[in-house]
């Protein structure tokens, strides 16, 4: 069964580092996504990317936060500097289109710990 | 913006027996209301999904309802297995295609 996985499954940082997560989406998927979920709290949007670009963003996804789809496999959250208030589960998705296309698919996450 | 509740927090429940899980949302513009399954050390796993047009969806063991005019809905598990133990979390569509608000999670746990 086809699955979105993320690299890495754990991310030490120091606060003030940059820090790219790395998100290979189901291959025929076109829409992509970022959710975080801070420990005790909901998982929330981060952003959706559709086409090469942003389609929408949470007030969360500021200036120190971007997105790339260098390849036709990777999809990439990067965080220039980041803060102790990073320290999250970073989930992916991606979702198809059409019928059926709002359901996300979701990776097992990146566990981010700021230092 | 959207706002989701999710009830109870968590659920203890006898093997066999049935558990349900509510959910209350406050915009009435949503109208797709998936339902996660998290393991531990897992991400979610999309098990029923409904949209608004939709009052009742069942897929065996599992159902899901949805009254849009109180803007609530429920997941059912009937016959409940240990192997249902997990953290389910309901969610709302809102704005744009994929924007989810989710609830706070259920931790379900099924004793033997």
């Known amino acids: 069964e086809p699955e979105v996985t993320q690299t890495p499954s754990h991310q030490v940082t120091q606060m003030g580092q940059e820090v790219i997560l790395r998100c290979v989406p189901i291959?025929?998927?076109?829409?992509f996504y970022w959710y975080r979920q801070i420990l005790g709290q909901k998982v929330e949007f981060l952003v959706s990317?559709?086409?090469?670009?942003?389609?929408?963003k949470s007030e969360i996804f500021d200036d120190q936060f971007s997105v790339e789809r260098p390849d036709g496999s990777n999809f990439t959250l990067k965080i220039r500097s980041t803060k102790l208030e990073d320290s999250a589960m970073y989930f992916c998705?991606?979702?198809?289109?059409?019928?059926?296309?709002?359901?996300?698919?979701f990776g097992s996450g990146t566990q981010l710990s700021v230092l | 913006g959207e706002n989701v509740e999710q009830h109870p927090s968590t659920l203890s429940v006898q093997e066999g027996d049935s558990a349900v899980i509510k959910c209350t949302y406050s915009?009435?513009?949503?109208?797709?209301f998936p339902w996660y399954k998290q393991e531990l050390g897992k991400g979610p796993q999309l098990i029923i999904d409904?949209?608004?047009?939709?009052g009742e969806k069942k897929d065996q063991r599992i159902a899901v309802t949805l009254n849009k005019t109180a803007k609530h809905f429920s997941l059912h598990i009937t016959e409940t297995q240990p192997e249902d133990s997990a953290v389910y979390f309901c969610?709302?569509?809102?704005?744009?295609?994929?924007?989810?608000?989710f609830g706070a999670g259920t931790q379900v746990v099924v004793t033997p």
């Open positions: 990317f559709y086409n090469n670009e942003i389609s929408e």
């Open positions: 998705a991606s979702s198809g289109r059409g019928q059926g296309g709002e359901k996300l698919f």
């Open positions: 915009d009435s513009a949503s109208n797709y």
């Open positions: 969610a709302a569509s809102y704005g744009s295609w994929g924007k989810l608000q």
């Open positions: 291959s025929n998927h076109l829409y």
């Open positions: 409904i949209r608004s047009n939709v």
